[in-house]
């Protein structure tokens, strides 16, 4: 089952507590490779935890108990993988942007190094590589060793891509990637996200439906930890099944 060559991750009957809240309820879900797949849902739905089960950044907090099965791959993340190996080849980027306190070269360079990598003409074309696939060379070009945080929030925001990226990942996750943007660096985001979906597999959570639309090609719709609906986006957006879908997408909760 979990072997299927167009499928990066398969997810069966995922269930994950806090304590003895349970967050995420017998979740399925087969998320494709080079697809953009949207988490939606109101607050508090577990569209972050469940985000966060795919490259095991739960484990990282007390108290937090995960049953059931994820597939990377063909791979259990949670029984045959290291979370050193997972967390390469499942980057993550925030909603608010994170660089670090350092310039944007060795941001980028940050990642690369960790793993070995030494040699200046190497990093170099690998902080290159990056910046351009983040579309973000051109305006950084000359200032690479100037402070990251002397950035705007959309530039910080694409350099943490670029910082995601400089690893090679096979999976971008994006928890409401631009929630603290302005709309033009909203859109910047957007139109990158669907350039870089020919070579990665992005997962995103969203609160804007819009983006959700604009952007994806599964919309997942999440309920106080349950998976309501999941399915191609322009369906789910059109002709959802489940009342409760429609509801939220019509604006009436959430
Ligand atoms: N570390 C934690 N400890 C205990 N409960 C938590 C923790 N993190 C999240 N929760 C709870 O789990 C549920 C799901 O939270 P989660 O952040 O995944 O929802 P969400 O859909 O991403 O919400 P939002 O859209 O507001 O970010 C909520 O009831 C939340 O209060």
């Known amino acids: 089952m979990a072997n299927n060559a167009d499928i990066k991750f398969n997810v069966d009957n995922l269930e994950l507590f806090y304590g003895n809240f349970k967050a995420l309820k017998g979740i399925d879900m087969e998320i494709k490779k080079n ?19 795919l490259n095991r950044m739960n484990d990282l907090e007390d108290g937090v108990k ?73 305006e950084l070009k000359d200032r690479l060793n100037k402070s990251a945080l002397g950035l705007s929030g959309g530039q910080q925001q694409r350099l943490c891509i670029a910082r995601t990226l400089a690893v090679q990942p096979d999976v971008i996750l994006m928890d409401e990637p631009t929630s603290a943007l302005d709309p033009i660096s909203t859109m910047k985001i957007e139109d990158l996200a669907l350039e870089l979906k020919k070579d990665y597999t992005i997962v995103i959570v969203t609160h804007n439906m819009q983006q959700a639309s604009r952007i994806s090609d599964k919309t997942a719709f999440f309920l106080l930890g349950e998976l309501i609906e999941y399915g191609e986006t322009t369906e789910l957006f059109a002709n959802p099944k489940n009342p409760k879908t429609e509801e939220y997408i019509t604006g009436r909760f959430g």
């Open 35 to 53: 697809e953009i797949t949207a988490l939606i849902g109101p607050s508090g739905c577990g569209k972050s935890t469940f985000l966060k089960t």
């Open 66 to 138: 995960v049953t059931g099965r994820i597939h990377l791959d063909g791979v259990d993340i949670y029984k045959e993988m290291d979370s050193i190996t997972l967390r390469h080849r499942v980057g993550m980027v925030f909603q608010q942007p994170n660089p670090f306190p350092k310039s944007i070269y060795d941001n980028v360079a940050y990642g690369p190094r960790i793993h070995g990598i030494r040699k200046k003409s190497q990093l170099d074309e690998i902080v290159e590589r990056s910046l351009r696939q983040a579309a973000i060379w051109d």
